[in-house]
């Protein structure tokens, strides 16, 4: 309880505002672990949160020990470690530590000065427990004997101030400064007394008093009256630090008046701690002190050693060596990272402050002279900022997609000579920013399909790269909404969002859709998103679904229509054509065509590719007058479609020579009905029997160029043409040049009919072909038979 007392006696505040930031607290040692020193937030007139968000810490100078600490919560410095101002300073009567108050954002440096106040916490100690004199008998009154003094590891009021000897008859006790002389007060006899002990006590001046003794055992001998005499008072020596063990620091000497036994000299230490035993030693006879351990210039630069030089019979002198030990150049800088950002966004402007470098050298002078550097070829400098610290900034802009991580290799030399170095690596990486779009490896796509393909098949595929980093270079695919002849363009493909392959939705029709365009868009999973476009064309190719579909004649049984073959036909006439168009395009459409069955098969030929059906020779009286052909369309597909058709020809001059055509005609339900175009006919025979003479008239005198009167007749309607219908040469089609002369026959052997008024364009829609024809005709017979019956 007496200790804290004591403690809370000297402990003290005291800060002082210095202009480069410096503080000064002053306090007791051995203060327990956690005691507080001071609130170093209240006296910076910070808050109390401050060091906790600016990460204040506390750096040590010189040393690798820490004995404070900051409580971040509420400002305060606390002792972290044991304080022993003996250990720590020695006999130095002011002890001071120099401690570093480090605060980031904005960076701030205050230098803190701890005074470590001493307390009486060591005893008076003597070197001996006894101390032995031997003391000539004939020593006069008065003579003095020195001894040697106590040492207290305290110092100034609390180290040794007094000194005692108990009551005796002969000895008194003289003390003057650090001199402690044994007073004869009263001749010895040796014969009375031979030995003589004496207690002698060193009293501090601490608060409690502490002591301690010592035993001098004093023997009478006869006259030893010289004491040894050293050369020197002080000697001073300088030792470079790291020397070599058995390197001689100093020679000390001594000498003695005395002869014999009596003038002989040896030397040892006085008082000294048990560092100075371990790194020096004294040779006893000859005064040599040379190094037997690590001499270390950061640890100590100079010692103070009490020699002591006795005679053979006790008596004894003292002189005090000093050693400075001379710095050398072997500590290498230490780089040490104080502070980091890590990692640092790519988007941050040059000059931004991404870490804290500290370097220190435990060297002095030039030797402790450091230059800090960093490589080139990175966008990072080194700044100096205050005392040992820099600043890593950045000097460029970064962009994580050129590099992405950067090992910066710091480089810290001192001026010493030979200088030293050292380096430290410090790892940055560079976090991604989402600045990059994502880019389609192809300014255009074009996907080709056959039509009729199974929904769902592949089409083609489209990439995108993102060179950012995770979700930020994360590619989407998407279809951008639009139309494809007016349906939404999501009813014909389908993109796969994660690879990016387009897949038909539906099956494709060549005939309705041969072409069309979409847009892909491609987007990143950043915040925001970016993205890119780009046009995928979609081709159709055609595929042989589609059959030829004969135009001209109509398909068997349902037309009524002949051909009129004139009997003076020569070779090579031209008697008809096959019309036939296929919705199919390119090679499957290409139609050929093929009589595959004819009644005479010698007498007519069909063109391959054009359909007109020529004589191949000059039709004889021999020749049946009823020809049937049946003609075979194909197209030049893989596989090949065909169609056929029946084509009815009569060779005839002229009507009245046409016999019964019930076996042409397919339709037997019309018997009642021919009957009455019978006697139509024959009442109207007298017009067309002149009109027939005249055509054999024109016949008669065009004889000798008989191809040209049948070239040519009634044109076939537009209305047998598909509305999409080309033309085009050499696919079996029919030119608009050729015109056709169209019979209709009632199977009646004396009469007959020929129309020969023009079509109308509206008599069948234009999806419709000659299939619908029967029923034109139908209305012509209605039309005759009111007549008839009128």
């Not at 002279?369 to 490589?375: A, Y």
């Not at 084509?647 to 037997?668: R, T, W």
């Not at 002369?741 to 023009?758: H, I, M, N, W």
Request: glycine share 6%; proline share 5%.
């Amino acid at each position: 309880m007496g200790l804290k007392m004591i403690a809370s006696c000297f402990y003290f505040l005291l800060f002082v505002n210095a202009a480069y930031g410096d503080m000064s607290y002053s306090f007791p040692e051995e203060m327990k672990r956690g005691s507080v020193i001071g609130n170093m937030a209240k006296d910076l007139g910070l808050g109390t949160g401050a060091f906790s968000n600016r990460r204040a810490r506390i750096d040590t100078d010189g040393t690798d020990k820490r004995y404070c600490d900051i409580n971040l919560n509420n400002g305060e410095l606390i002792v972290a470690d044991r304080i022993d101002r003996e250990g720590l300073c020695g006999e130095k009567a002011s002890c001071i530590l120099k401690q570093e108050l480090v605060l980031e954002n904005p960076l701030e440096l205050h230098r803190i000065s701890l005074h470590i106040q001493d307390i009486n916490d060591n005893s008076p100690q003597f070197k001996e427990d006894l101390i032995n004199l031997e003391i000539h008998e004939l020593a006069v009154r008065g003579a003095r004997f020195v001894l040697e003094e106590a040492h207290d590891a305290d110092v100034g009021q609390n180290s040794v101030q007094q000194y005692s000897l108990k009551k005796n008859d002969h000895f008194n006790l003289a003390v003057d400064e650090n001199t402690i002389e044994l007073v004869l007060e009263k001749e010895l006899d040796r014969e009375k007394q031979q030995e003589i002990n004496l207690i002698l006590t060193a009293l501090d001046g601490g608060s409690p008093q502490r002591s301690g003794t010592v035993v001098i055992h004093v023997t009478v001998l006869d006259a030893n009256d010289n004491a040894p005499v050293f050369s020197q008072a002080v000697y001073k020596a300088s030792l470079p630090e790291n020397s070599p063990v058995d390197t001689v620091v100093v020679t000390v000497s001594a000498t003695d008046a005395d002869e014999g036994v009596n003038g002989e000299v040896t030397y040892e230490f006085g008082h000294v701690t048990d560092d100075v035993k371990k790194i020096f030693i004294i040779d006893r006879k000859i005064g040599e002190i040379r190094v037997i351990g690590t001499v270390d210039y950061e640890t100590t630069s100079s010692f103070e050693i009490r020699v002591k030089a006795k005679d053979g019979l006790g008596l004894s002198s003292y002189a005090k060596v000093v050693i400075s030990i001379k710095d050398v150049n072997d500590n290498a800088p230490v780089v040490s990272l104080k502070s980091i950002t890590n990692p640092i966004p790519e988007n941050v402007s040059p000059g931004t402050e991404v870490g804290i470098i500290n370097v220190q050298d435990r060297d002095s002078e030039t030797n402790g002279q450091v230059r800090c550097f960093i490589q080139q070829g990175v966008p990072f400098k080194l700044v100096p900022s205050i005392k040992n610290y820099y600043s890593l900034v950045t000097t460029g802009q970064l962009d994580r997609e050129v590099v992405s991580d950067y090992n910066i290799t710091i480089t810290a030399t001192d001026e010493g000579s030979p200088p030293l170095s050292s380096s430290k690596t410090v790892q940055l990486s560079v976090a991604d920013i989402n600045d990059n779009p994502p880019v389609f490896e192809e300014q255009s796509y074009s996907a080709y399909v056959s039509e009729n393909n199974k929904p769902g098949s592949t089409l083609c595929s489209v990439s995108a790269r993102d060179p950012d980093w995770r979700q930020n270079g994360t590619v989407i695919y998407s279809l951008l909404p639009g139309e494809v002849n007016g349906a939404p363009v999501s009813s014909y493909l389908s993109v796969n969002g994660d690879t990016g392959v387009i897949h038909a939705v539906r099956s494709f029709d060549y005939e309705q859709l041969r072409s069309f365009k979409v847009q892909v868009m491609a987007r990143d999973n950043g915040s925001p998103p970016l993205s890119s476009n780009v046009s995928v064309s979609v081709f159709i190719s055609d595929v042989n679904d589609n059959s030829p579909q004969i135009l001209y004649p109509a398909p068997e049984g349902n037309s009524f229509m002949t051909e009129l073959v004139p009997k003076a036909a020569h070779e090579g006439s031209l008697v008809s054509k096959v019309i036939a168009v296929d919705a199919d395009s390119g090679q499957n459409a290409w139609l050929s065509y093929h009589i595959v069955k004819s009644t005479d098969p010698g007498l007519f030929t069909i063109g391959l590719h054009s359909g007109e059906i020529r004589t191949q020779r000059d039709i004889s009286e021999s020749d049946s007058m009823k020809q049937n052909l049946i003609v075979s369309v194909k197209d030049n597909g893989q596989p090949s479609l065909s169609a056929t058709c029946s084509m009815y020809l009569l060779i005839s001059d002229n009507l009245a020579e046409v016999p019964e055509l019930k076996d042409i005609s397919y339709d037997e339900k019309n018997s009642k009905l021919t009957s009455y175009l019978i006697i139509a006919l024959v009442s109207v025979s007298t017009f067309f029997l002149t009109f027939i003479i005249i055509i054999l008239g024109v016949r008669f005198c065009r004889r000798r160029k008989p191809r040209l009167l049948f070239d040519g007749a009634v044109a076939i309607p537009s209305a047998y043409l598909p509305p999409n219908y080309a033309d085009v040469d050499g696919t079996g089609t029919l030119r608009s040049t050729y015109n056709y002369d169209a019979y209709l026959t009632t199977g009646s052997r004396t009469s007959d009919f020929k129309f020969v008024t023009s079509y109308n364009d509206n008599t069948l829609p234009a999806d419709q072909t000659l299939r619908k024809s029967p029923s034109d005709f139908a209305e012509v017979f209605g039309e005759l038979e009111e007549s008839l019956e009128v």
